[in-house]
């Protein structure tokens, strides 16, 4: 009898101190990204690309941010309303944008109407280049395109770019 409660103790015991005795799996874990910088509604923000509907394109990011960016021709068949805006500057000041360029230029930032992770790409061109200048918001960008200083362009390309730093927030 005594062997048998004995046993039955030791099996609940067990048990119970089991789990507590085991490493616990690590939640939260991170990766180190590569980032890259540039504006949202006049702010600097900090994104990662992540996939490119266009090959040339991901081999240019992969390239560029020496971090795979993946080619998933399915993301130009995203409707327009699962998509933002992302301006890419072709010409003007010399800067960290894809081309060489000014830092990209972000609508919709996280905590806005419309915010998405998949961007349209635009590619901005000044018309006088020795005009150039940075700009800071997609209003900035737009204005530009009405009083005729840029070129927009619309390629047909999406990018999966997430912010990982905003105004207000971070991942």
């Known amino acids: 009898m005594f062997t048998k409660r004995f046993t039955v103790m030791f099996l609940l015991i067990t048990i119970i101190l089991l789990p507590a005795c085991t490493p616990k799996q690590e939640m939260g874990m991170t990766a180190i990204m590569p980032v890259g910088r540039a504006y949202a509604e006049g702010r600097e923000i900090y994104f990662m690309h992540t996939e490119a509907s266009d090959a040339d394109l991901a081999q240019l990011l992969s390239d ?3 971090s795979p960016v ?6 130009s068949d995203a409707p327009d309303s699962a998509l933002a805006n992302v301006y890419v500057f ?18 919709n930032p996280p905590g806005t109407e419309g915010y998405t992770p998949l961007r349209r790409l635009n590619l901005v061109t000044w018309v006088a280049s020795a005009a150039a200048r940075e700009l800071k918001s997609a209003a900035d960008v737009l204005a530009a395109d009405a009083a005729g200083e840029v070129t927009i362009e619309q390629p047909g390309v999406v990018i999966n770019m997430p912010f990982v730093v905003w105004d207000g927030g971070k991942r």
């Open 64 to 66: 560029m941010m020496d």
């Open 90 to 107: 072709t010409n003007g000041i010399e800067g960290m944008g894809p081309l060489g360029f000014a830092p990209d230029v972000f609508d």
């Open 70 to 75: 993946l080619h998933v021709p399915s993301l």
